[in-house]
């Protein structure tokens, strides 16, 4: 889960994932630190910014520009690549029934609310009151 190597892992510190946008350009106190985090608001933008641009750069006109260890080098350890091996070793050591449950619950998500809603019963203990949406 989560460990292709075409896969790029990036984090702004001191951003939430609300905050992974332009909100900062707008946003201010007292809903900027809750919403979109506490870092600068220029580190939140080009942080961004600089390895969007990198990744399409590399991938879409195939330049040679140290992707993205270059990028995310600009910004001073504020912006890192994100280790997530935790979360492989979390799913493959789940029961199968369990990742059976959470890909149930992942595929009904997929499907939209209603469809969510209608055949997530089973998984959260509730009587099912709505048609299924299939």
Known sequence: ???????????????????????????????QGPLIGTGEDHTIIQGQNRVILGFFDKHMKSKNNGFPAQQIAEFNGEVVEYDNSRLSTWWNALPAEKQAEYELRIQAVKRGYSGYYAHSSKLFGAQASLASTE
Do not use: C, E
Request: charged letters at 30%.
């Open 1 to 31: 889960a989560g460990l292709d190597d075409d896969t790029y892992r990036v984090r702004i510190k001191k951003s939430t994932h609300i905050g992974i946008s332009d909100y900062a350009l707008f946003a201010r106190q007292p809903l």
